[in-house]
């Protein structure tokens, strides 16, 4: 904080608000939240935004009582001071322990929120700060339900009996005030002599039960406190009909029906603020929604309510005792101590006496209770420990596992590299679908040949009476002028000859046979052309991972095919 140095920091002492305390009090200025007319709406809103800015919503009033007993503020006296330095580690503990009840998707964080709320409880007290300013603003501005919260502000106002105290309350509601006055609402609900008598009549003994109903239907100085719970729970609830004003298509939060105009409906910006239009003026009585209901489940629930099916209205808040509940106090639990030689004397002077050896046994046995309670104290806690040690561990490696993923997804060298791979392959594709295509070609090429051939054998046999022998007729064929016409080839030489030799022989031979001979040779010919080319691209590519460029040759295999043509 920046001006934590500087704020005196004894018990009790007064303090001012920081630069953080001043921060939140501009962001609360920017949601222009005073253009609100009614001062009950508006300080409930403006409310829940610094419950909201401070994260406050994710606690409820047990973290709260939980963090002020380890605080060792539950065995204070209401109206002792308390530091600065106290107050930050308390709101510190309360935002540490959240962080690490939230899940990965949904963080915070707990230097901030302590900051905000820390200087806004200075802000807020602006003189003396006490143990029952902490405990009243943290129950006021904390989340969960608000029956619990009252139930602990009842015991904190009430005596061992259960019966609420007048001063106490007064105190507290002085305390709990301070909020909507630091919120410049304290013209409508700051803090008056007389604002405790009204709420409860002195001459009553004013038990839990009671206290529940009166607050649960606020006095005037209160009506705040119940609204800014409504404001919670409709945050989020959608109405499907659209604002007779402002036309907007769905609400969300609370509906405002006119109980004069039919069918005329207000958001809950637009009644706020008194917007008006047509026949509607902002008089009329308006019936607050804080569900949507369709007309078959109104009408359903009417004939449940008329037949008797369902009770009229349910209790506001559940009955509790009157007697208050007799909690076991944990704070003076100690191990037994052993029987040594402190207890000789007292075992010596009370041998005498049947009483004190029996008061002897009684606390003997208590001390054994207490060291059993201790046992089971201890064993409780530190289950939630390794609990929590368990989920620090995985989501350190959560965490790690994500910024490990995160950096090979961005590394720049790796994504050249899959680019320069993904667009090799796609060369190696386009050479293999040109390899066979010039296949196809080959073999339309052999299939005429092989037809002319079959031509020729037919014109020949009837020419020729007798056919000499293969071995001879090789032997002129190889001496005959006209096999010298063809130049030799270095990959289909062996193609060439056996075509040659299959049109020098003509019909003396078996034409099938040197066919099919020579379809042999065109496919091994391929074949090895096909490794070759896959054995020169792995080299290149190599070459190019290695150096950075490509130093190889790409051989058209539509060239080799043209010269293997150009040569028959």
Known sequence: MEEGAQRERGRGAPVTAGAEGRRIFMELGEQNLDAICLSTYRTACKLRFIQKRCNLHLIDIYHVIEAVRDAGLNAVELNAGISVTRLENLVSSLF????KRLPTTHTIDPLQSTVLLVEFILAAVESRLTVLSVKA???????????????????????????????????????????PTALHEGPSFGYTHTSARSCFPQQKRVMLNMFLDIVSDPPQCLVWLPLLHRLANVEHVYHPVSCSYCRGNGMTGFRYRCLRCRGYQLCQNCFWR???????????????????KSPATKLGRALSRTLGCMSSREPPHPIYPEEPERTLNLANIV??????????????????????TKRLAAAQRMNEEHAL??????????????????????????EAACQLSHQGSTNPNLLAELRLLRQRKDELEQRMSSLQESRRELMVQLEGLMKLLKAQAAGSSHASPSRPSPSSVRSVGAASPHAYMYPPQDSLAGVGGDVREAFAQGPRRNLRNDLLVAADSITNTVSSLVKELHSDDGREE?????????????????SVSLSFLSSN
């Not at 540490?96 to 962080?99: A, D, E, R, T, Y």
């Open 137 to 179: 603003m943290l129950a006021v501005l904390c989340g969960g339900k608000l029956v619990d919260k009252l139930r602990y502000m009842f015991s904190q106002v009430s005596d061992s009996g259960g019966v609420l105290v007048q001063s106490k309350f007064d105190a507290f509601l002085r305390e709990a005030l301070k909020l």
């Open 96 to 99: 540490n322990q959240l962080s």
């Open 335 to 356: 191990p037994s101590r052993p029987v040594g030689n402190t207890s000789e004397p007292m075992l010596l002077s009370s041998s005498s006496s049947p009483g004190a």
């Open 373 to 398: 309670i201790a046992a089971y104290v201890n064993r409780l806690q530190s289950s939630p420990r390794e609990i929590l040690a368990e989920i620090k561990r995985l989501r350190t490696e959560h």
């Open 542 to 558: 190599e070459e190019r991972l290695l150096n950075g460029k490509d130093r190889g040759t790409f051989i058209s295999p539509r």
């Open 274 to 292: 008194g917007n008006a239009s047509g026949s509607h003026s902002s008089q009329h009585q308006m019936k607050e929604h804080s569900t949507w």
